[in-house]
């Protein structure tokens, strides 16, 4: 235990600046060690002195709601706005995110355009905005949609979309609004016809609701499409986890939109579209029955339109026929007609039972659509020069009811990987993407992260210390696409450890690891076989004029012996 | 790339059970596997078939409002939820969490009952009860704070304590309900002199607000406490990661606290309180300006009651006097007097300049309390039985304007740690505290497990592959004690990455750690001096033997000589 000298020092501390004050509280100083103890102390006087025992009275006092907006508030690192770096790349994250949505929607092929620029000559604030040539936007769902939390149109559809929670823009315009006063500045048209609309608005964090500044025509140049301004504090850097690397692993992963970026030093890159064909048309599902809970099964039942079970279960699940659902409620020895906002919860428990005991087909599988195994490699190819690739695509699994399907790619030898570490053997690098989005935070919170390690590397030749990645020019690409992603927190930046999952990404990267496991076996023994045939070559010809000597040999038989021992070295193996 | 044989089969697959269904499904199985591009491809032709491209208007018919209760409904892993296991520990100990909390605000010792039964006779469905001595709760407070989200007292205060949120014991009761449709079940009395009041109460998911079952007076055997019962599908197991880990870990953070825990199949544990004294009497604190984001303070000012601005600055913030507050209006050149309601944004940037610019004392510490070094170590050795202890209680730090202190403490040479894994040398463990609160999941998510990756282990005489925990049998105990512990997700398993929580950590852990490597040097040194003596012991006899053959010295002479020898090479430390 660590003793320290105690000074008796009441004089108190003053500080310059936050900066200077945080690094004084924060850095190892050993004149104001002593403050620890001197102020536990006082402290713990103090608050014997002036705290009252609460009464369950005096507490009720105090209970009351607390508004999803001052909640995220508080919480802005759930959100991915822990610091102004992460913050700058979460702000664009979101509007590409729904830029790309909502074209693909509309069957657009999307071109997007970011741009980042230094707000009123400021070095820590930022300008950010996001155009898309999409729908556009009616006017009226313009507030809500950008200045409400929890407000959205993919909540409730089970859909692969990237967006899903109706949280992430507004976050983002309410990021920028605490941290620089500014609204969030749209500009929408929804018909070549009709002139576009311009909208300042921001969040009244208290009740979660938008207020609208602003709100008038203007001129646009796109037909249709949405432009999003975000003016908020951040740090621009390049390199890991920055937004250049975000939008970079965007382009790989979305092969059909062209995205266009300038940053704030004047730089503009361009990521044109690769192949003009729209990646999928994803479809809306409804729920299978078997994932349904009972609590949830019991409220669909009495929020139900339907007036009779049959139709409930045939019209609001998958995969359930009006066949099967009278089989279901036979076998629950429940009326066809029983009316479902009428339902017991022992009646529900019965028909869960039933449903069950039920031969259903798989939840249709036309709602994910994976990259698919070509344009993964591609995708790699793109971004790492290697020796070796290998994909998998899984076929589609089931978490809690939802259909999710596993894709892994993997290039093997890669020439300007950098990497996780700098020693010459560096660990593996892993790319993540969750419905096409690339996650760049919190890696080692990941099911894919988990399910890497729990993968025994040794198998397929690669060097791993307990607990850690492999080690070795390995770059891992793992893609999770669902109808729902289960992320670990708002800003999903990692998902969820469902053992569902983590065991269908750990069959995915088995079956590229075996696939590398060969050729990483195979190179070993073609290095060892070149040396055996340097062997070969360098000491033949003196064998074979030993040979000659010995045997007193012509030099036509000493080529027929050289050859044939040449054939005999080298088709024999065993070294 | 794999190839795979592609069955031209449109039969569709018929599961018996939803277990042969998902193991079908989730499992690799050759015949099925034709399924992904049969599936995938019927599913572009539907899709092209039947999706209609979206237009702004027929997005805007489905954008629409999500309730909060919904929404973690859906996400409620975010919660803790995930799977059956964790949920029963997540419950538990939201209603623990409370329960202490509870007893401390009422400055009453916590004597606290846990008791885990089958319900039903099911082996997935049990009943948790929590049973507290604390203050109780008013009685119409208690349907909103068990069946509402986002309901509370702590939310709205700067204080430590263990709930935060106003999320926990309701999403509990939320999860019990969906899984076995059975209300939250409390018994309450604030008042010796009154009768107990029992509610069965359920929360209505779609609008957030509790439904009251059941409100009727009933007999309670202590004169004040509460007692809430959860019904829940879960999974009853001991080891790592269960409610059996963290009770024993909760009483070894709150030796204040006596704990009684019945488990399902029988047993009854008691931890009993280790000391009469309550650990301290938190005190809720005001932000530190320094600390205050320019939208907060925006909308602070907007919505102060004070009349003048001297008086919000001075009441509203810690550390700001009347005399301070006047510096600050003239060092930003606004009037004391302005209204704070009538501020605007521009003033408001004056102001917060101006506030960076004014010396200020460091946020009060008298809010959070260490559990100090001796009591960590004292923890410690009622857990494991080791070689060598350390501990270290930091100085509080600040974050984004909250004061935290950390704390670390380490035993090494553990005899009984388990580690994690399996070889000879196994990687330490970690065992993490958030407010006095064990934290068991998520660890590689945490600032923590950061922290210890980020500490140069071979420093201290460690093993320590890159990537990867160091090896050895050491165990690190972190506790984060803080007005408001930013954690990763709202069920609070793991720390967020802010840097100054990192920077702390790593201090904390490093004044541990070279301590240890003080220790584990020296028992090196001490164990190469017992290889010396050894030889010395052995040799020297027989030296001492030829000495006095060559030199024909008398016994004496030789027990002299040998004397000298022996001490000469004990004393010459290299070898």
């Known amino acids: 235990m660590s003793k320290r000298k105690t000074k008796d020092s009441t004089e108190p501390n003053l500080f310059e600046s936050p900066a200077e004050f945080e690094a004084a509280v924060a850095v190892m100083d050993p004149p104001a060690e002593s403050e620890t103890t001197a102020a536990a102390n006082t402290g ?8 009252q025992a609460a009464t369950a009275e005096s507490m009720a006092t105090k209970q009351r709601d607390i508004s999803i907006s001052e909640f995220f508030a508080k919480n802005r690192h759930l959100l991915g706005f822990d610091n102004p770096r992460k913050a700058l790349l979460t702000a664009i ?9 909502a074209c693909e929607d509309a069957h657009i092929r999307p071109t997007i355009t970011v741009s980042i620029s230094a707000f009123d000559g400021s070095d820590n604030k930022f300008r950010v905005t996001v155009k898309d040539n ?9 507030p809500n949609i950008f200045a409400r939390l929890l407000y959205g149109s993919k909540f409730h559809m089970l859909k692969m979309s990237r967006g899903q929670q109706g949280i992430g823009i507004s976050a983002a315009g309410m990021y920028g609004l605490l941290t620089t006063g500014e609204p969030v500045q749209i500009i929408t048209r929804t018909n070549p016809k009709k002139s576009a609309m311009h909208y300042h608005v921001q969040i009244d964090t208290t009740n979660n609701r938008p207020d609208v500044m602003l709100d008038e025509e203007c001129e646009f140049d796109l037909p249709t499409g949405t432009s999003v301004t975000i003016t908020l504090e951040g740090r621009y850097q390049k390199g890991k986890q920055s937004v250049d690397e975000y939008l970079t692993q965007t382009a790989m992963a979305n092969p059909h939109a062209t995205i266009t970026y300038s940053t704030p030093d004047g730089s503009v890159t361009e990521y044109p579209r690769q192949t003009q064909e729209l990646p999928f048309i994803p479809l809306e599902i409804k729920p299978h029955p078997y994932g349904v809970e009972l609590g949830v099964l019991f409220k669909m039942a009495r929020q139900s339109d339907s007036k009779k079970l049959r139709e409930f279960l045939h019209l609001e699940f998958s995969r359930v026929s009006a066949r099967v659902a009278e089989a279901i409620c036979k076998k629950a020895k429940l009326s066809v007609n029983l009316r479902p906002n009428a339902i017991t919860l022992k009646e529900v428990e019965t028909l869960r039972a039933a449903i069950n005991s039920t031969k259903l087909l798989a939840p249709p599988t036309d709602c994910i659509a994976p990259i698919g195994e070509e344009k993964l490699i591609d995708g790699l190819k793109r971004v790492v020069e290697a020796d070796f690739y290998e994909s998998c695509t899984r076929k589609p699994a089931v978490y809690r009811g939802n ?27 892993l790319v993540r993407f969750a419905n096409r989005v690339p996650l760049l935070y919190q890696q080692s919170a990941c099911a894919t992260y988990k399910a890497v390690l729990e993968t025994n590397w040794r198998n397929y030749g690669l060097s791993q210390s307990k607990g850690a990645l492999p080690a070795g020019p390995l770059l891992l690409m793992v893609h999770i696409a669902s109808v729902w992603v289960p992320f ?3 800003s999903k930046e990692a998902v969820a450890h469902y053992p569902e999952i983590i065991k269908e990404l750990k069959l995915a990267i088995q079956e590229c690891g075996r696939k590398l496991g060969i050729h990483v076996r195979r190179q070993k023994r073609i290095k060892e076989e070149m040396v055996k045939r340097g062997y070969i070559e360098t000491y033949l010809p003196h064998i074979g004029q030993a040979l000659r000597d010995i045997l007193s040999l012509k030099d036509n038989q000493v080529e027929d012996v050289v050859a044939k021992l040449k054939y005999t070295l080298e088709h024999s193996r065993k070294i």
Do not use: Y
């Open 403 to 429: 259909p999710f399907i596993i894709e892994a790619a993997l290039a093997w030898g890669c020439k300007n990987t950098d990497g996780n570490g700098d020693d010459k053997e560096p660990l593996m690098r």
């Open 93 to 101: 994250k979101e509007a590409v995110d729904n830029a790309l949505d």
């Open 134 to 142: 999409g729908p556009g936007i009616v006017a009226k769902q313009v």
């Open 488 to 490: 670990t927190s708002e």
């Open 44 to 51: 713990k006087k103090r608050s014997r002195r002036t705290h």
